[in-house]
């Protein structure tokens, strides 16, 4: 059906680029770990415990954000510079990969006459995965420049001229690679910046800018020259707003009045607040009012939206946007009494609703076993421990406020979750994608059926 | 296809039924209601306040056992025999409804040579209707009075010959109608009868081949006819067996040192208690251990499989084991490299997938929104929103403590979600299936894609 159907020689070199990454990532974050571990790494020159530096090397590899210790005040510079090393390699990393995997299933799913760098790939190659390497590190590092810079105006303000440039060059990277880790101190985040218009928007549009994926941010680079979104770009970016604007007017209702979070604000700190609320979740790990002042509903609405997460192929995590999506047009589809899922007139075809349906499944199943593990393991609140595994599925990096007293079990269970939430859903869309074309020649059953609802 | 999609003459008639449903349930509910409020249906002899009396009513109509007043104490003999009627004619009239229903769809799904009983609905008429009503009440009247016979030899033993026949019929129909309606008092449900196997076990199974549903139930009582079991059955039949056991194993792991629930039972005691906490939330309602006492762990895992719950065209509710069979094996189908789901070598077709997927959606977007709803109206813990939410969505009945503490909205949101959780999921199933056949030959869009995971 597709161009690259044919090629019978990328099947099997599809699986390894994944198997690069899985292990790559196994790597670096015990490379990590163990810098971590040694003495000039913390504030206090002790010797940092295994599980935490571990914990911390993991929660940076894979921009999550969770820390069990406080990044600001444990750590010492050359602590905070291993970390924010280990988050850039993770965020252009995964980023690379994922570019180039999806440039791969670009191939299979007609995308490829519209995203413009695509034509560099057609033979995936070595020079092919350096130069795409190289063009997203051109892009990585001109976005978090831009943050850098608007981002210093206020810090050199509070913390001079060395310490602003530093603080700002690394809240920029941490929030561009949707990795959540700030130097403020105290397990705050950015709450002391709530009514401060520079550093929660620059901030909140280095996460959002990170989270629409890297497809979506070529094609926009390109619209001049191609006149037109993909169907992918075009879903990505509306149910992204819908997402972001829908939030915070809920955000805003829900906490106006809640002297914990919002209550005490201005009217432009309250807005400032509810985009930003509603930013966070999807995926960045920051907050700039406190998780735990927040309501029962305003927790539950930042697990649902943690869940949905960002798009494909960014440095966010979570379901995807464009997952949710299908799985909410399916529905649509099957309400309207139509054959197929339609999107923007668009028919999507039952291979990628199955694996979208799939994705979301294991995904969910992911959350409430850990969920689970922790409910036993930990002891807290049921809120506590779902928001905890949601966050580390995601990679988000939000907490009640429970990472720091987590049991080593406990630890090791979010530690992996950070883990399987990086590398599980692009492996899995990867290794559906493969297996597919390899088994579906095999056998039919005869069809039957059984009764649902 | 199938002989039925030929009979034109059905796509109409096929939606009257469930508006019937919905509207008889509905007027049913209204008369309970206004019966209930009158003096002498409470004990005390006042006027019952409307919201209180149409809850009560919407909770045994729809089967549910959630109450704002304590069943045994509140309510007079006279009150109490308007509930246990409620429960039967929501009972009874659900599963001829049902039933009735899918048979019609039966038709459409090649289960026609294996229901027996099928072969007196050729056609879908008064007669025909009667005639499964008496079938079905017989049925139903067989069980009820085996297990009222059975629970009444301890009740008379506890209550005298009199109260103790009538609290035998009470609880057996109760039961078998998966209500969860008693009469012990205090908001205890029947856990002074923890280790009790008499009363267990009865209710136990009479709540077990309640949830199985009619179609099961019937296919079952002919099986020495047809020799075989037919699709739905074998994995109806299956996958109960496996949450009622893998459940109980779990509950026993949790519960075992819990002083609050199992701790201080006896060997049999802590056996019965696991296997009866597995077996009520799909969708009894009644418990033998306190539910507020259980570990967090055990809480959530009750949430679970109350929103599973039981079989269709049961007394039960959820989105049934049938359609959390058909995700499950669509997942291991995405997994496995397969393009179609497959059951005991079957392959299950594309439009009855989405249908499940589109319930399963519906359905936890349901529980969802009523969790929010309760989180933002109701003082409380999330997790006892959440366990209520799913409760009235599965008119399981089960409840952490809040429903008689509930505000008048968080009243109403939890009776229209019983109301819901009854006649929405069959609703929805029909209104599916005679959509799809309606408007299956209009345009068709090209098709697209786009990214997941
Ligand atoms: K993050
Ligand atoms: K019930």
């Given at each position: 059906m597709e161009s690259g159907e044919r090629d019978g020689k990328l099947s099997l070199k599809r699986i390894q680029p994944v198997q690069v990454l899985a292990l790559g990532f196994a790597g670096v974050i015990l490379v990590g770990a163990l810098l971590l571990m040694l003495p000039i790494s913390s504030r206090s020159g002790v010797v940092t415990p295994f599980v935490d530096a571990l914990f911390t090397a993991t929660s940076a590899v894979c921009v999550t954000g969770l820390v069990v210790v406080d990044t600001g005040t444990y750590w010492s510079t050359f602590g905070q510079i291993v970390i924010i090393s280990l988050i850039q390699i993770g965020g252009l990393g995964f980023m690379t990969f994922a570019t180039m995997f999806f440039v791969l299933l670009g191939k299979r799913i007609t995308l490829k006459e519209r995203l413009i760098m695509q034509e560099a790939y057609n033979a995936f190659n070595l020079q092919g995965v350096v130069k795409l390497a190289l063009y997203v590190m051109g892009i990585t590092f001109t976005i978090e420049g831009i943050g850098a810079v608007l981002l210093s105006t206020q810090f050199i303000k509070d913390y001079g001229l060395l310490k602003g440039i530093y603080y700002g060059i690394f809240h920029s990277i941490s929030a561009f690679c949707n990795a959540g880790f700030d130097l403020i101190g105290g397990f705050r985040s950015i709450t002391p910046y709530v009514e401060n218009a520079t550093v929660t928007l620059t901030i909140g549009g280095l996460i959002a800018v990170g989270g629409i994926g890297f497809a979506v941010i070529t094609e926009l680079l390109h619209i001049r020259k191609t006149k037109r979104l993909s169907l992918h770009t075009k879903v990505v970016l509306i149910v992204t707003a819908i997402l972001i604007l829908g939030g915070a007017v809920l955000f805003f209702i829900l906490e106006y009045a809640n002297p914990k979070t919002?209550?005490?604000?201005?009217m432009k700190g309250k807005i400032l607040a509810s985009l930003f609320a509603s930013i966070t979740?999807?995926?960045?790990?920051?907050?700039?009012?406190p998780t735990d002042g927040m309501t029962t509903a305003g927790q539950f609405l930042t697990i649902i939206l943690m869940f949905i997460g960002a798009s494909p192929g960014s440095t966010g995590g979570g379901i995807k946007t464009s997952t949710a999506t299908l799985i909410f047009m399916t529905v649509i589809a099957v309400v309207r009494g139509r054959e197929d899922t339609e999107i923007f007139k668009k028919r999507i075809n039952k291979a990628m609703v199955y694996r979208a349906l799939a994705i979301s499944v294991i995904s969910f199943t992911l959350v409430m076993v850990v969920t689970f593990i922790l409910s036993i393991t930990e002891q807290g609140k049921f809120i506590e421990f779902l928001y905890e595994a949601t966050s580390a599925f995601g990679t988000v990096?939000?907490?009640?406020?429970?990472t720091p007293k987590l049991t080593t079990i406990g630890k090791v269970a979010v530690l992996l979750t950070m883990y399987a939430g990086r590398v599980g859903p692009l492996t899995l869309a990867l290794a559906f994608a493969s297996r597919q074309q390899l088994e579906s020649s095999s056998i039919k059953y005869p069809e039957d059926k059984i009764l649902v609802g």
């Amino acid at each position: 059906m597709e161009s690259g159907e044919r090629d019978g020689k990328l099947s099997l070199k599809r699986i390894q680029p994944v198997q690069v990454l899985a292990l790559g990532f196994a790597g670096v974050i015990l490379v990590g770990a163990l810098l971590l571990m040694l003495p000039i790494s913390s504030r206090s020159g002790v010797v940092t415990p295994f599980v935490d530096a571990l914990f911390t090397a993991t929660s940076a590899v894979c921009v999550t954000g969770l820390v069990v210790v406080d990044t600001g005040t444990y750590w010492s510079t050359f602590g905070q510079i291993v970390i924010i090393s280990l988050i850039q390699i993770g965020g252009l990393g995964f980023m690379t990969f994922a570019t180039m995997f999806f440039v791969l299933l670009g191939k299979r799913i007609t995308l490829k006459e519209r995203l413009i760098m695509q034509e560099a790939y057609n033979a995936f190659n070595l020079q092919g995965v350096v130069k795409l390497a190289l063009y997203v590190m051109g892009i990585t590092f001109t976005i978090e420049g831009i943050g850098a810079v608007l981002l210093s105006t206020q810090f050199i303000k509070d913390y001079g001229l060395l310490k602003g440039i530093y603080y700002g060059i690394f809240h920029s990277i941490s929030a561009f690679c949707n990795a959540g880790f700030d130097l403020i101190g105290g397990f705050r985040s950015i709450t002391p910046y709530v009514e401060n218009a520079t550093v929660t928007l620059t901030i909140g549009g280095l996460i959002a800018v990170g989270g629409i994926g890297f497809a979506v941010i070529t094609e926009l680079l390109h619209i001049r020259k191609t006149k037109r979104l993909s169907l992918h770009t075009k879903v990505v970016l509306i149910v992204t707003a819908i997402l972001i604007l829908g939030g915070a007017v809920l955000f805003f209702i829900l906490e106006y009045a809640n002297p914990k979070t919002m209550g005490n604000l201005s009217m432009k700190g309250k807005i400032l607040a509810s985009l930003f609320a509603s930013i966070t979740p999807r995926t960045a790990g920051y907050n700039s009012i406190p998780t735990d002042g927040m309501t029962t509903a305003g927790q539950f609405l930042t697990i649902i939206l943690m869940f949905i997460g960002a798009s494909p192929g960014s440095t966010g995590g979570g379901i995807k946007t464009s997952t949710a999506t299908l799985i909410f047009m399916t529905v649509i589809a099957v309400v309207r009494g139509r054959e197929d899922t339609e999107i923007f007139k668009k028919r999507i075809n039952k291979a990628m609703v199955y694996r979208a349906l799939a994705i979301s499944v294991i995904s969910f199943t992911l959350v409430m076993v850990v969920t689970f593990i922790l409910s036993i393991t930990e002891q807290g609140k049921f809120i506590e421990f779902l928001y905890e595994a949601t966050s580390a599925f995601g990679t988000v990096g939000l907490t009640l406020g429970i990472t720091p007293k987590l049991t080593t079990i406990g630890k090791v269970a979010v530690l992996l979750t950070m883990y399987a939430g990086r590398v599980g859903p692009l492996t899995l869309a990867l290794a559906f994608a493969s297996r597919q074309q390899l088994e579906s020649s095999s056998i039919k059953y005869p069809e039957d059926k059984i009764l649902v609802g």
